[in-house]
Every structure is written in C-alpha cells, then in structure tokens.
C-alpha cells in the first residue's frame, strides 16, 4: 500500500521488553557501547587539549 502525503505510517510499539536478546540485538548493543567508548575516548583526548583551563579536566583522573 502505498503512503498518501500527510498521512503517517502507524509503527509497531513494543510494550514491554522481550524475554531474550537476539544475535543481532546483542550485535546491535556491542556496537552501540563500542560507539560510545570511542565518543568517551574523544572527549577525554580534547579535553586534555583544550587551552581553557577551567574546561580542562584533571590529569588525575584515568585515561581510557
């Protein structure tokens, strides 16, 4: 069925939670954690460039 302009298309609302993770959902979750560590990785390295010394962070704190 093809789509009218204006009309919006109803999507499917899961509710609540599936019992189990599928292969893909599990391969899904590792990528998005995977993305967020490199964004954590980025912000830690310019951060510790950055030339504002009140929006530098400490030194103390690990590196990742």
């Excluded at 009309?7 to 609540?16: D, L, P, T």
């Excluded at 967020?36 to 980025?42: C, E, P, R, S, V």
């Excluded at 510790?48 to 690990?62: E, G, L, T, W």
């Amino acid at each position: 069925m093809q789509q009218q302009p204006g009309q919006s298309s109803q999507q499917n609302m899961m509710m609540e939670p599936p019992q189990v993770l599928s292969t893909k959902d599990t391969h899904y979750l590792s990528d998005m954690l995977n993305w967020n560590l490199i964004a954590a990785k980025k912000a830690n390295f310019y951060a510790r460039q950055c030339s504002v010394y009140s929006h530098r962070i400490d030194p103390v704190m690990p590196s990742f």
